[in-house]
């Protein structure tokens, strides 16, 4: 394992991961990676993954470095898996059988790097009757039963764009399980295959419900549950300006504060019974249309009435509370997530922006010790070009 650099920081310095290039979850999860120090090196394809945005806006490939190699070429496989040898985990996104197919998949690495994490990120998994289908994350929540726990009665299901299922039950899972893997690979000398698929982990994030659930604490269908929308002390309302407050006065003391603040005291006692919590939502809700955002945002400021107002993205890292914590980063002129969790000793950045297909083919070559893998005779950026999704069953994932 690579000695870390003076000047790099971050808990997983000196750690060296090989992304094979896709979109989504498992790009997240390399990132995530990268920003607590490993030195990621992406693996791109010529012509780009087929990514809908300009790579220069990527921020999921900030902290990484690029190479282009093209799988199907007669030496690609042995580039990579000339990285391979010197790396510590490996992060693909293919769907299953494909990586094996190009020549890349654990057998062939563990053959080479018995020590290697081999991650693996899909969204069915490798193995069940739709581990071959396409997908998207809003397939896969589904399926697990968190789509429908979300929304109004009565209306569709609302859908958290792609971070429940993609980022939350997708790249969380895959990053803990790499790490759990890395920390049983250095202690045993044994790698392993790490299987993270998005419907398990999406299943996994319920478990608490499931729980309640059993208990009977939990009622199977959306906004009927003290969590979920049903609880008129514990959702969103709408204020005079068309803007929204967020409530989530659960525990009593909480809820006291909050009444005393809206001026509801008549109406307190509708906490206890459940037959007055459409009489309690009503007042509420009229009570905050009474004033704008920025009003009762001012009125609960200094209070533990667990209110907040509802911001946009760009809001967001200007409130006083975030910026003040640096939880938003500005790097290339790009508003963005600053690296999370926080760590006292190894404290992570954001240290280059996204990585450029194929801009650092030469620095790696060097810094990892694989003269082969740059060929001074071609360039080293190659165009990005639209094309299939990796989980798409036509997509031959290279």
Known sequence: MAVPDKGVHGPLAGVRVVELAGIGPGPFAAMLLADLGADVVRV??????????????????????????DLKAPDGVERVLALVDRADVLIEGYRPGVAERLGVGPDACHARNPKLVYGRMTGWGQEGPLAQRAGHDIAYIALTGTLGMIGSPGEPPAVPANLLGDYA???????????????????????????????????????????????????????????????????????????????????????????????????????????????????????????????????????????????????????????????????????????????????????????????????VARDWGVPALHDPDSPDVEPPASGPHPHDPTQEGA
């Not at 478990?207 to 514990?234: E, K, S, T, V």
């Not at 803007?243 to 525990?251: D, I, K, N, R, S």
Request: with cysteine; net charge negative; aromatic share 8%.
């Open 169 to 363: 039950g997708g790249s969380l899972y895959l990053v803990v399980g790499v790490l759990a893997a890395l920390h049983h690979a250095r202690a045993t000398g044994t790698g392993q295959v790490v299987d993270a698929a998005i419907v398990d982990g999406a299943a996994h994030l319920a478990a608490m419900i499931h729980g309640m659930m059993a208990a009977g604490g939990w009622q199977d269908r959306r906004g009927a549950n003290l969590l979920d929308g049903g609880c008129p002390f514990y959702g969103t309302y709408e204020t005079a300006d068309g803007q929204y407050m967020a409530v989530g006065a659960l525990e009593q003391q909480f809820y006291d504060e909050f009444i005393a603040l809206v001026g509801l005291r008549e109406i307190a006692p509708a906490r206890k019974d459940l037959a007055r919590w459409g009489e309690l939502r009503q007042a509420v809700a009229a009570r905050f249309k009474t004033r704008t955002r920025a009003e009762w945002t001012a009125l609960f400021e200094d209070s533990d009435a667990c209110v907040a107002p509802v911001l946009s993205l760009r809001e967001a890292p200007h409130h006083p509370h975030l910026a003040a914590r640096g939880t938003f980063t500005d790097h290339g002129g790009i508003t963005q997530p600053a690296p999370a969790p926080r760590f006292s000793a190894t404290p992570a950045s954001v240290r280059t922006g996204p990585a450029q297909p194929g801009a650092d083919t030469a620095d």
């Open 44 to 69: 791109d394809r010529p012509g780009g993954p087929g990514l809908a945005i300009d790579p220069a806006y990527d921020v999921t490939n900030r902290n990484k470095r690029s190479v282009v190699v």
